[in-house]
């Protein structure tokens, strides 16, 4: 949001000629996540893996999509970050009802998409960061798609955060061969986390543990990063002297 008003007026105009996208349904999920479906008012194609960039009030953001392209609704799944964190998006997105509408730039953009040429994937996401992991999963389980392994690594602060986690692990037990689902708190100790049993501490560190566990051949093996970007510049100064191939998608810029 700018504080010169000619220019806040002209993105305001900008906006406003872009094509809506309605809000269908919306659900909180923790203290400060939410889901949100949209229904754009004009065909939305997109590749899984892919983000949309919305707005309202004269701010845009880019999210990324966790529905499949299959599916009807464009499904967000976004942290509320407080004004005096720097959020000024996702407060009026959290203050939105179903019936109302944003704005929506045409075109899905992105490369953060399926490398088919690899037959491993692993896919290492920070709270939000496991949408565009949700989109490739649905859309590769309704294509049936055969002789690839994914291995989802989500990382949070609290046990909470994995929103998507019952239907991860459904495919996880229902594809028990294609598909490796692994969760890990960075605070076990919280009140949050008391009833926590499974890994602990940040999904960075633990990522050298688990690739060597599974035996993954770095050749045909393909590391997609999403999410905060301390962990993703972590995970790369781990790996890539190493020679892994990777793939990231940050969710905002590092603070100098
Ligand atoms: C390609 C791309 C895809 C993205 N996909 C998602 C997504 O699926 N879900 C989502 O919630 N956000 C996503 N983001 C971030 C999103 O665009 C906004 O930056 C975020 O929603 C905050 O918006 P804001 O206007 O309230 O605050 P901003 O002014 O954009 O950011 C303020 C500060 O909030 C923090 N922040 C930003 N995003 C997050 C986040 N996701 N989690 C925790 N802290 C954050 C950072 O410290 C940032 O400096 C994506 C960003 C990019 C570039």
Redesign the pocket.
Known sequence: MTTDPERQARLLERLAKLPKAWVAKKQEVSEDLFLMWLRPEVPFPFKAGQ?ITIGTGG?E??????SAPYEKLIE??????LPE???????L?WEMHVGESVSMRPKA??I?TFQSEYHNHVMVG????V??FVSILRQSERDGVRGHRFFVMEGASHQDEFVYDTELERLAAEHPDTVTYVTTVSRPNAERNRSWAGPTGRVNTLVEEYLAKWSLPKDDTVVYLC??PGMIEDVQARLKPKGWNFIE?????E?E
Not at 85 to 91: A, D, M, N, R, V
Not at 126 to 129: E, I, K, L, Q, W
């Open positions: 983000y701010i953001r880019p999210y990324s999509i966790a967000l799944f976004v942290e509320y970050v964190y720097g959020g000024k998006l996702t407060p997105l953009k992105g953060f920070t709270v939000t960061g949408a565009p999410g905060n998608e940050r969710f905002w810029k603070e």
